[in-house]
């Protein structure tokens, strides 16, 4: 019998809502975070990185303020160890820690695969942004994975069939020289991070990039917390080895290799951090721009260390970005120039060694022109510090406002340091100006010159800022710059981009 054609209504298939849609899935396999994110000299970058980095104006969302961290996997669980058995703590410990470099290195293969599956190659192919610009941002990135691949089946390859491992340390010897390949990585970073926060004005790029921060895959990173695993990483693996070195008997052969390999991968990051800082240096230089010729100074020219920058306020309210290179303080404003972000000289660069620095306590500042108590508004008259300087007939005073107690105080160490290390070139060690740099302006007592270092680290989290700023400070890893003066190591404070 023939049925008749049904007059009911057949619900239309769903259209695809979102450009997540278009990402094919990615493997989730529950692992252990290494690294959260980044800033590489204490970045007053608060957010960090610029930015390394404080929000844009033209986000319109914020980012989720929670990530959501991969499960912690042990080597005792997965290989269903008996502690009671043959294997004595130390030991355990010991394959715990080999455990955790090997899961480590299939997180970050498995990151660095999605950052270029779900965000490069969707990004090229429906031409929200171009090839060149993609080029720029995820850099030599593709060919890292390659690199990890091959240190993650070795340790696999010497992974006996109960699940542990007798030696690494010849494996790390071998490998760890590979890391070298970071250098071009690591010091296209602050371009990289500047292009991806400029290209955020552009809608198309904001909404993508939301849309993959709100679906599942992300773990509620985003894209610059995929860019700056790398580097995370890196700055990770002095303490991965000295952790498997701490649980190594005296007798075993393992214990010299591994102490080799530290030394290896100690160089390496030094040699790293130091040509990144130099990049960094690099690319903020050639993004001053000059009122006249009178504001060049060869006192920047010549720098080759950018200590610390970041965003702060005069007493008047106007927002200014001030560098601290390794000889001269130069205090901008933030312009748009050619599409650009770019820092207009505010006044003459200040020589390090001519300034003076006072701290001054709060409420101490006039605001606008007129003395403002604690009863009118008392937020505005906190954590500014004044710096000056005199030459003849030259002079400046500037007091500068800081976004809390903690970055005004990353701002004086690091001026102090910075003033500390020119006077010791100098061969001045000690002959510090009494008046500014290091007298208590309420005591009139002498405070301590010798700062205790800096240490920060890696960043995942943040939702940013490679770069370097001084308006966050990321508080990740150890800080991966460090130079090597004649009066002492001077910690650099990195910055958001």
């Given amino acids: 019998m023939v049925e008749e054609p049904s007059?009911?209504?057949?619900?239309?298939?769903?259209?695809?809502?979102?450009?997540a849609n278009l990402i094919p899935p990615v493997k989730a396999t529950p692992l252990k975070r290494f690294s959260q994110t980044l800033?590489?000299?204490i970045s007053f970058r608060s957010e960090s990185r610029p930015d390394i980095l404080a929000p844009r104006p033209w986000s319109r969302n914020a980012a989720p303020s929670s990530t959501k961290r991969?499960?912690?996997?042990?080597?005792?669980?997965?290989f269903d160890v008996c502690v009671n058995q043959m294997l004595p703590s130390k030991e355990i410990k010991r394959q715990e820690a080999i455990f955790e470099l090997s899961q480590?290195?299939?997180?970050?293969?498995?990151?660095?695969?999605?950052?270029?599956?779900a965000y490069h190659d969707p990004m090229l192919k429906l031409s929200i942004m171009t090839e060149q610009e993609l080029n720029q941002i995820f850099g030599t990135l593709d060919s890292l994975i390659p690199l990890h691949e091959e240190l993650l089946s070795q340790l696999r390859d010497a992974r006996k069939p109960d699940g542990s491992t007798e030696h690494v340390g010849p494996i790390l010897v071998g490998w760890l020289p590979c890391l070298s390949s970071y250098d071009s990585y690591c010091s296209n970073q602050v371009a990289a991070k500047?292009?991806?926060?400029?290209?955020?004005q552009d809608h198309r790029v904001q909404d993508f990039l939301q849309r993959?921060?709100?679906s599942p895959f992300s773990r509620k990173l985003d894209l610059w917390n995929f860019l700056d695993i790398p580097r995370s990483r890196l700055v990770k693996y002095p303490l991965l080895l000295r952790e498997i070195l701490?649980?190594?008997?005296?007798?075993?052969?393992?214990?010299?290799?591994?102490?080799?390999?530290?030394?290896?991968?100690?160089?390496?990051?030094?040699?790293?951090?130091?040509?990144?800082?130099?990049s960094e240096c690099r690319y903020y230089k050639e993004r001053l721009l000059y009122l006249e010729e009178g504001q060049k100074d060869s006192l920047i020219d010549n720098s080759r260390v950018l200590c610390c920058h970041g965003e702060l306020k005069n007493n008047r309210g106007v927002k200014l970005h001030v560098f601290l290179f390794q000889e001269v303080l130069v205090i901008t404003r933030a312009v748009t120039h050619n599409e650009q972000l770019c820092y207009q000289l505010y006044r003459q660069p200040i020589p390090v060694k001519d300034l003076l620095l006072e701290d001054l306590q709060d409420g101490e500042v006039r605001l606008g022109g007129s003395l403002r108590g604690a009863f009118s508004n008392n937020e505005r008259i906190k954590n500014f510090f004044r710096v000056s300087f005199k030459n003849g007939s030259q002079s400046q005073t500037h007091s500068l406002q800081a976004n809390d107690t903690f970055n005004k105080q990353q701002w004086l160490n690091c001026i102090r340091q910075a003033k500390e290390t020119v006077l010791c070139a100098a061969g001045q060690a000690g002959v510090l100006d009494s008046e500014g740099p290091f007298l208590n302006p309420t005591t009139g007592s002498q405070e301590p010159q010798g700062e205790t270092k800096l240490e920060q680290m890696d960043q995942s989290d943040s939702e940013s800022d490679c770069s370097m700023d001084t308006s966050e400070v990321s508080l990740d890893c150890e800080r991966m710059e460090q130079t090597d003066s004649s009066c002492g190591n001077s910690r650099h404070i990195e910055s958001n981009v």
């Fill in 39 to 41: 800033q590489r000299s």
């Fill in 212 to 214: 993959c921060l709100e």
């Fill in 194 to 200: 500047a292009l991806l926060d400029h290209k955020k």
């Fill in 246 to 278: 701490r649980h190594t008997p005296n007798d075993n052969p393992d214990q010299q290799h591994l102490e080799e390999a530290i030394n290896i991968i100690q160089g390496i990051v030094a040699e790293i951090n130091t040509k990144t800082g130099e």
């Fill in 7 to 19: 007059n009911k209504r057949v619900k239309p298939l769903s259209r695809v809502t979102s450009l």
């Fill in 70 to 78: 991969r499960d912690s996997k042990l080597w005792s669980e997965t």
């Fill in 104 to 117: 480590g290195e299939e997180d970050l293969i498995e990151d660095l695969k999605l950052a270029k599956k």
